[in-house]
């Protein structure tokens, strides 16, 4: 039997309460009919106790990269926090109306949550809620054997998210249901990004440069939402408006001169690293509204319908972009740099969808859900931009205002059947089929607004045919024992059909559009076994195996430009060709077993090995195998004490080095343990202590992360709960 979890941060803690109240109250009976034959009273029930309150401190300390710590266990590192971990309060206001307040408050982990509910029966609720937290990333940037890099003097990223929201309903009888919400949410702060292989055409030992990149997050989300529910007869019937608008000032900042050192196995020339700012300003509004209903025209026929229209406008205005290259890119002298100002754009979505959806129950034990979808979307996107360079002098050129824009409309079918059949014994058996259908015709053209003619332009039909199936069986022979049994096979076929295309510059190599791709297409096969024993009343086993595999095949054209201004030969169509494979078998074990009436142990590993082949001469193939695995132990010391351990492991070694090119995979081994000891002090009071530690290294060579992210953190906390 697994021993009680005194402590539970699912607000399930301590339900056990001591009371004197019952005993006085039989001693007091006892005394007042002494002598008597009168059976004495039922002592009075004892009231649960529901609300509490927790508190906590804690903090990490360790070696290594502070950053790594960071963005691996998402706390703030080598650094103390405390606060509330947990509230929860109800109160009574009357007979009929109860207020609820539930949340937390860490300082340092910046975690914050509050809600506040009141509800009135037979009336409705009214609710406000505010949280926060913050995700922490790592802006160490990459790293490659004998290249140049650069870091942050401050890796330490974060960004903090948000959400303030209040919500009304009206729950009275005979009445439809109505539910207003209002969100307001944010995203701010920095995260990490990257610039790989910035460099010279000169094969040298530094040609490679690696430079790490801030992304500055500053977006608003306001989400207006109406829902109204009735039921008529024996239909359920709803309707729901949407309105939602989003801003968005972010900027992405990769410069040698912005909170960056610069090293190198070779020189330290921060010249040889290429700056780059660019600065999006975005808006989009967006209405939405849809009308379901679920229709019960017996136990054993339902109907269930939706239809939704959507509508979304965006827009882009202000954006920049600006870089210089370093004098090494161009072999000692320097290149030009670019600037492009008034990065204008937007859009527009129009789009309809329809679902309808039968539960048909022909016979006992056979269920039949057939469903048909269908979706239609009209979109229309634009962008202009003032682009010019700038010589080694700082003089800029005449600038350039090249425009762009793509129509394209869209249809889509889908249907899918779905049957179940429990009508053998000890047995389920499933089947599910899904067909779809899309057909798009995509129009882009390019356009010199400086006089607005057409340069070049093409016209594509996209059509995509999906087709999925999938059969199961789950059994169940004995008391004990069940066997899952799944196997499924999916078809994607991608057809580009360029109808018409017209490329002015395509006879000097200047920017054209072109057909590339023609055919892009895949087909998986997973099949899936999965089997659960209990030998033993105390030992559970969970046994899994997956395995699945995708090819990719494609066909492309092979574009020479000053062939033709309307486009390539016939000739040049490429035969298809398998572009890629990738194998993956999974096998997994978890094993549950309860030694002793006090005591657990819960173990798990999984191991991957999965497998890419192309067959292009100049592109590698690689794998990415990985070994996970873990145990937890549980012991009841005493009826008020127990404590928990637990092990984990991750381990990869695919680290595939590349000299003056890019590298695949990863060669990382982490080890995380954890102690808990949790005492019940007094029947309403939990006090509990935790101790973690957590490693991370390269092995058995700096891989992508170049050692920079190793750490080796210990982490300890404690907490009291209190419940009253």
Known sequence: ?????????????????????????????????????????????????????????????????????????????????????????????????????????????????????????????????????????DGSGGYLPGAQYGQLADDELSIDRGELSFEAGLRMENVPEITFAYKHAFRNGQKDSLTWGEGSPAATANSFKLMPALWGIDEQVDTFELNVEHTLGNTDLGIGLIYEHASYSNSRTNTKGNNMAVTSPATTNSSAFRSVTQTDNYTMDLFAGNIHSVTRFSDKLWLTAGFAYNTMDTGNNGGTRSFDYPYSVYRGSRGPDAQYKNMDGGGYVNQLIGNVNLMWVPMPDLTVTPSLRYEHEDQRTWASITSYTVDANKIPSIPTYPAYLADSEM?????????????????????????????????????????????????????????????????????????????????????????????????????????????????????????????????????????????????????????????????????????????????????????????????TVSYIWSQTDTPAADTPDWNNNYLTGSLTVGYAIDDKTDITGSFTYYGTHNYVGAANSMAYGYGTQEYGASLTLTRMITPNMVWNLRYGFITSNNNPMPDQTGGYNDFAAQMVSTGLQIRF
């Open 1 to 137: 039997m697994k021993p009680a979890n005194f402590f539970n941060k699912s607000k399930t803690m301590c339900p056990f309460r001591f009371s004197l109240a019952a005993p006085i109250a039989m001693l007091t009976l006892a005394s007042a009919h002494a002598g008597t034959t009168t059976a004495p009273a039922a002592p009075a029930e004892e009231t649960p106790l529901t609300n509490w309150i927790g508190f906590t401190i804690g903090g990490a300390f360790g070696s290594g990269n502070n950053a790594g710590v960071m963005q691996r266990t998402q706390t703030n590192g080598y650094a103390f926090y405390g606060g509330i971990e947990s509230l929860q309060f109800s109160q009574k206001i009357n007979n009929s109306t109860t207020m609820t307040l539930d949340g937390h408050a860490l300082p340092g982990l910046e975690d914050y949550e509050f809600n506040l509910n009141l509800t009135k029966a037979d009336v409705g609720y009214v609710k406000a809620g505010y949280k926060q937290f913050r995700t922490w990333y």
């Open 411 to 603: 249809n889509e079918i889908t249907g899918v059947l779905d049957i179940r059949y429990t009508g053998i014994s000890d047995m389920v058996l499933y089947a599910k089929g899904q067909w779809g259908k899309e057909d798009e015709n995509l129009t882009r053209m390019n356009i010199s607004a400086a006089d607005p003619v057409i340069r070049d332009w093409m016209s594509v039909d996209n059509q995509i045919s999906e087709q999925e199936y999938t059969l199961g069986a789950n059994w169940y022979p004995i008391r004990g024992l069940s066997f899952s049994l799944q196997g499924l096979y999916a078809e994607r076929d991608q057809s580009l059909d360029p109808t018409a295309y017209n490329n002015s510059a395509g006879t000097t190599g200047g920017q054209t559009l072109r057909p590339i791709m023609l055919e892009h297409d895949s087909q998986t096969s997973d099949i899936n076994l999965r089997m659960t024993w209990r030998p033993l009343s105390n030992l559970s086993l969970v046994t899994r195996y997956d395995y699945t595999t995708t090819e990719y095949n494609n066909r492309g054209v092979n574009w020479t430009p000053g062939t033709t201004a309307g486009g390539p030969p016939a000739g040049n169509i490429l035969d298809q060709i398998e572009s890629g494979n990738i194998t993956s078998n999974i096998v997994s074990e978890s094993v549950t077993w309860s030694p002793l009436s006090r005591m657990y142990v819960q173990g």
